[in-house]
């Protein structure tokens, strides 16, 4: 396929997205069944068309002064990618699969409109009903926060510390221009260039070997933060596919004891292969045992650590996701915060005194941040949170602790601040 019937493409994919409501993933795929003379390359760049234009989505209709599939997506090209009213020109001929040409009105908002004026949830790029989240997380620059979390996030991968250092993979995987994440001593980063393309990691014998996990530095820090070590006896509460089970165990230098369970025993099925591949030995999954039962039963009073990578509604992954900001409801936060206190209060069932909750989201609301930790705080005695200056120094990354959250409960990064996805990690010590 041609650049223009590729853009072609994404206007369709679009509008399909528009006109159903349905997710992009399940928009695109259809699009490839029934396009079959599509190949891998071209559907690939289609899906980072379409993912650029739903990151820009508010912002790039506000240019071209229409919300319709095709203005979104010719806002995004010059928002998203930089390109020029020529540049975009030239591939809007309206020759065979090429999009129609440019409209006199499209071309003098591609060349006089801009954001100045727009509102935060429009230069940001966020539904409007989030604001006061926003405005209570980060204030006056919620506008440049979102619009950092509307960016292309890079690769990043865990080295996994049991089978090879930091430096040796980075050899093994030079040919993709990796370099070392700024602040996770385990990370290795890909950047992901204009055409939003992503080298398939996956296919390499350094990933294949068990050397790295796919994993953001906001998610390798959270682990970090949590601060496991060898010995230790460890719940991960909410282990779904594993991402942190792997990080703990590793960290832990495989010694000690990780009891990895979740509430849903289908998220917890990829694990398996990927403790293997990782050569993790001190991992053991305990599937939920119905409604009522609790698999760690025996575990009470006995944890010195439980992670609590707790449900959320991803606020924080939405460089990676950027469909689901737009599907983001009320009562799906809802729902969050309550299935959060669930888990906490759960949590706290298992530690010994002195034992402590990592609370983890991916998100950068309060609502189910410092507010969740509030509430949890309010309800049970004996808990207390521990400076996220500590938490910081202790993990030894004291440069963390300027990203105190508002409330001061916890560390929220954020692509702005970090340079990693939106996690949030508080530390509470059981106190007796
Ligand atoms: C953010 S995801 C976990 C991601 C995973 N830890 C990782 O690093 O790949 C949150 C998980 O919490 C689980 N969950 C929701 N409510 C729960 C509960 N009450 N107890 C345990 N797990 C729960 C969900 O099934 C989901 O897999």
Same mark, same amino acid.
């Given at each position: 396929?041609?650049?223009?019937?590729?853009?072609?493409?994404?206007?369709?994919?679009?509008?399909?997205?528009?006109?159903?409501?349905?997710?992009?993933?399940? +928009?695109?795929?259809?699009?490839? %069944?029934?396009?079959?003379?599509?190949?891998?390359?071209?559907?690939?760049?289609?899906?980072?068309?379409?993912?650029?234009?739903?990151?820009?989505?508010?912002?790039?209709?506000?240019?071209?002064?229409?919300?319709? !599939?095709?203005?979104?997506?010719?806002?995004? %090209? #010059?928002?998203?990618?930089?390109?020029? +009213?020529?540049?975009?020109?030239?591939?809007?001929?309206?020759?065979?699969?090429?999009?129609?040409?440019?409209? &006199? $009105?499209?071309?003098?908002?591609?060349?006089?409109?801009?954001?100045?004026?727009?509102?935060?949830?429009?230069?940001?790029?966020? !539904?409007?009903?989030?604001?006061?989240?926003?405005?209570?997380?980060?204030?006056?620059?919620? *506008?440049?926060?979102?619009?950092?979390?509307?960016?292309? *996030?890079?690769?990043?991968?865990?080295?996994?510390?049991?089978?090879?250092?930091?430096?040796?993979?980075?050899?093994? %995987?030079?040919?993709?221009?990796?370099?070392?994440?700024?602040?996770?001593?385990?990370?290795?980063?890909?950047?992901?260039?204009? &055409? =939003?393309?992503?080298?398939?990691?996956?296919?390499?014998?350094?990933?294949?070997?068990?050397?790295?996990?796919?994993?953001?530095?906001?998610?390798?820090?959270? *682990?970090?933060?949590? +601060?496991?070590?060898?010995?230790?006896?460890?719940?991960?509460?909410?282990?779904?596919?594993?991402?942190?089970? /792997?990080?703990?165990?590793?960290?832990?230098?495989?010694?000690?004891?990780?009891?990895?369970?979740?509430?849903?025993?289908?998220?917890?099925? !990829?694990?398996?292969?990927? %403790?293997?591949?990782?050569?993790?030995?001190?991992?053991?999954?305990?599937?939920?045992?119905?409604?009522?039962? $609790?698999?760690?039963? &025996? /575990?009470?009073?006995? =944890?010195?650590?439980?992670?609590?990578?707790?449900?959320?509604?991803?606020?924080?992954?939405?460089?990676?996701?950027?469909?689901?900001?737009?599907?983001?409801?009320?009562?799906?936060?809802?729902? #969050?915060?309550?299935?959060?206190?669930?888990?906490?209060?759960?949590?706290?069932?298992?530690?010994?005194?002195?034992?402590?909750?990592?609370?983890?989201?991916?998100?950068?609301?309060?609502?189910?941040?410092? $507010?969740?930790?509030?509430?949890?705080?309010?309800?049970?005695?004996?808990?207390?949170?521990?400076?996220?200056?500590?938490?910081?120094?202790? *993990?030894?990354?004291?440069?963390?602790?300027?990203?105190?959250?508002?409330?001061?409960?916890?560390?929220?990064?954020?692509?702005?601040?970090?340079?990693?996805?939106?996690?949030?990690? =508080?530390?509470?010590?059981?106190?007796?």
């Amino acid at each position: 396929m041609t650049p223009a019937a590729r853009i072609s493409a994404a206007i369709e994919v679009l509008a399909d997205i528009e006109a159903r409501r349905r997710p992009a993933a399940d +928009a695109l795929k259809d699009w490839g %069944l029934s396009h079959r003379f599509a190949g891998s390359g071209d559907r690939s760049a289609i899906g980072g068309l379409v993912f650029d234009a739903l990151r820009r989505k508010a912002s790039a209709a506000w240019l071209s002064g229409s919300d319709a !599939p095709r203005a979104v997506l010719i806002g995004a %090209l #010059r928002l998203a990618r930089g390109w020029d +009213a020529e540049r975009i020109q030239s591939l809007f001929t309206g020759e065979r699969f090429a999009p129609e040409p440019l409209t &006199d $009105e499209e071309r003098s908002a591609l060349t006089g409109r801009t954001l100045e004026g727009a509102p935060a949830w429009v230069a940001g790029d966020y !539904p409007e009903w989030l604001d006061g989240q926003f405005a209570a997380a980060f204030g006056e620059s919620r *506008a440049e926060e979102l619009a950092a979390l509307a960016t292309r *996030a890079p690769v990043d991968m865990r080295v996994n510390t049991l089978k090879a250092a930091r430096d040796k993979v980075a050899a093994a %995987l030079a040919h993709l221009g990796v370099q070392p994440t700024p602040r996770s001593p385990l990370g290795l980063r890909i950047t992901v260039g204009e &055409d =939003a393309r992503a080298p398939n990691v996956q296919s390499e014998p350094a990933f294949q070997k068990g050397w790295i996990e796919i994993q953001d530095e906001g998610s390798q820090l959270a *682990a970090l933060l949590a +601060a496991a070590d060898p010995g230790m006896q460890v719940i991960d509460l909410c282990a779904g596919g594993g991402g942190k089970t /792997l990080a703990l165990a590793a960290q832990m230098d495989n010694r000690g004891q990780v009891f990895a369970t979740d509430s849903d025993k289908r998220r917890l099925a !990829p694990i398996f292969e990927r %403790l293997t591949r990782a050569g993790v030995r001190n991992v053991q999954i305990k599937a939920p045992k119905g409604k009522d039962g $609790e698999p760690l039963a &025996d /575990l009470r009073g006995h =944890a010195d650590l439980v992670v609590v990578d707790a449900p959320c509604t991803g606020t924080g992954t939405w460089r990676r996701n950027p469909d689901a900001k737009w599907r983001v409801r009320p009562n799906s936060l809802d729902t #969050r915060i309550a299935e959060q206190a669930v888990v906490l209060d759960r949590a706290a069932t298992f530690l010994k005194p002195g034992g402590r909750i990592a609370y983890i989201t991916c998100s950068v609301l309060p609502a189910e941040n410092d $507010e969740t930790v509030a509430a949890f705080l309010d309800r049970t005695s004996g808990f207390g949170v521990i400076p996220p200056a500590k938490v910081a120094a202790d *993990a030894g990354q004291p440069d963390l602790a300027a990203f105190a959250s508002p409330a001061g409960h916890g560390i929220q990064m954020s692509p702005r601040r970090t340079g990693t996805d939106g996690f949030y990690v =508080a530390l509470l010590r059981r106190t007796a």
